[in-house]
């Protein structure tokens, strides 16, 4: 098995390349009689609005709310998640 070795170059080229479609996760919570809310982070898969986050940033999600790199922020619905492998699907509504 060979490994290959990658130069700080090619993750900073990574990072560029990618870092428009890193997003932030809001969420708010409402378990009994406690409100709680929580943060996370997400990346854009396509056009259509849909962003993979992790599923426990949005388990027993009231209200998600995601934070674009410009500073703009939409509401998001819980598309799909599953617990074992810790991914979910929300999707926002992008105005282009």
Do not use: C, W
Not at 10 to 28: D, K, L, T
Not at 41 to 49: A, E, H, K, L, N
Not at 50 to 55: A, D, F, G, L
Request: aromatic residues 6%; without cysteine; glycine residues 8%.
């Amino acid at each position: 098995m060979a490994f290959h070795h990658v130069s700080s170059s090619n993750v900073i080229e990574i990072f560029e390349r990618s870092e428009a479609s890193v997003v932030r996760v809001n969420v708010q919570r409402d378990i009994e009689v406690l409100s709680t809310s929580g943060v996370g982070s997400g990346f854009v898969y396509d056009t259509q609005g849909h962003i993979i986050t992790n599923s426990h940033v949005v388990e027993n999600a009231q209200k998600i709310v995601v934070t674009l790199l410009d500073g703009s922020s939409y509401n998001a619905q819980l598309i799909g998640r599953d617990p074992f492998t810790d991914l979910a699907v929300i999707k926002i509504e992008p105005n282009g």
